[in-house]
């Protein structure tokens, strides 16, 4: 089988794409041409893909992006067996074109939630685009085959669709968590908390617990950031490619997680908590519904109030003065993570039913 993979959106070496769904194609034996913002991102195409350049679609600059797509999409067609898209604009590069190959459409938000998270859309414009997005979901769940990244985005279509949750690969042994690091990986935005990040820091600087942030940052959050390492607040290492970052979660003392109580936020699982808890290292996060869920579940870390740096910085203490605690919150969440939340559980079901979307006979 031949998949060809868009976006114009999503780092090239994003996680759920690249490490997760292409590597388990790969790994399947078939042939992927991945369309991503090579360029645009300063990275190049992994040696075991063939790699096409797009374009980055950013803020209100999009349409460029879609366009390029929708020629690579047309000229492609006739030597793919299927293509996945990774993002809302490219249904508009795959609409309308005649003798198509099967599109799966892979949902990774809540889409009309995640207006409020974008500075350069004016609020005014917010609802007429919010009552947009929903006319173009249900558009495309008539036309194109949807995956879901989470169980609550169910409720906002109308036939049952697959969930492909956003997992991780769980090694099989860990190292224990230490007592002198803290770490963030992810995006990094006012709303992914930020702030809380760096005023964490400088309450933890006199305790001699450093603070390490890895993760694209947004042009809003960047001053400030650049600041704190100037300040020598902290280490913040911009994006890594995930395979290279998930090894700096090592002998971490805790990991966090602090969003804020936003719509997109309140029915998705935080990919991030789990990647702490594949490493055996507790999870400190706010009180995020599927968030709380998790780390109650298994025990395997402590809850913050929204917005909090001080309770942010008086857990960690409390992990760090409690050698056992730590130790066994992250044993509990590794053994979790490695039983319930290990991609290559999910990988074969993925494969599997793009396999059959594109009539391939096993």
């Known amino acids: 089988m031949h998949v060809l ?109 995640t207006l409020s998270l974008k500075p350069w859309l004016p609020a005014f414009l917010r609802p007429p685009v919010r009552f947009m997005a929903r006319l173009l979901e249900g558009t495309a769940e008539r036309h194109l085959h949807l995956l879901l990244a989470e169980t609550a985005y169910a409720g906002r279509f109308r036939q049952a669709h697959l969930v492909v949750p956003n997992e991780t690969w769980v090694p099989d042994d ?89 719509p997109n936020y309140r029915h998705s699982m935080p990919t991030k908590i789990v990647e702490y808890m594949a490493h055996g290292i507790p999870v400190i996060t706010t009180p995020s519904p599927r968030a709380v869920e998790l780390v109650e579940r298994y025990n395997s870390g402590m809850v913050v109030p929204w917005r909090d740096p001080k309770a942010v910085a008086q857990a960690v203490l409390t992990l760090r003065d409690d050698v056992e605690e730590r130790h066994a919150q992250g044993a509990r969440g590794y053994a979790a993570a490695r039983a319930n939340h290990h991609w290559p559980n999910s990988a074969r079901r993925f494969v599997a039913q793009l396999e059959a979307w594109a009539g391939v006979k096993n």
């Open 174 to 262: 860990v190292v224990v968590p230490g007592d002198d690091r803290i770490v963030y990986l992810g995006w990094l935005s006012e709303a992914r908390g930020v702030r809380e990040a760096i005023e964490v820091a400088r309450l933890l600087q006199p305790y001699r617990v450093s603070v390490e942030l890895i993760g694209y940052a947004d042009p809003q959050s960047r001053p400030a950031l650049n600041e704190a390492v100037t300040e020598g607040l902290l280490e913040w290492r911009d994006f890594m490619p995930n395979d290279e970052a998930l090894k700096r979660l090592d002998g971490a003392l805790a990991g966090l997680s602090l969003l804020h109580d936003e």
């Open 5 to 113: 993979v868009m976006t114009v959106v999503h780092h090239p070496e994003d996680a759920r794409i690249l490490h997760r769904q292409i590597r388990a194609l790969v790994d399947a034996g078939h042939e992927v041409t991945y369309a991503a913002p090579y360029t645009a991102r300063g990275v190049m195409a992994r040696p075991w893909v063939n790699g096409i350049d797009l374009p980055r679609a950013a803020e209100r600059k999009r349409l460029a992006a879609v366009r390029a797509a929708r020629k690579v999409f047309k000229r492609m067609r006739g030597q793919v067996d299927l293509a996945v898209i990774h993002d809302p604009e490219l249904l508009f590069a795959v609409a309308g074109v005649r003798r198509r190959p099967p599109v799966v459409w892979d949902v990774h938000e809540d889409t009309p939630a």
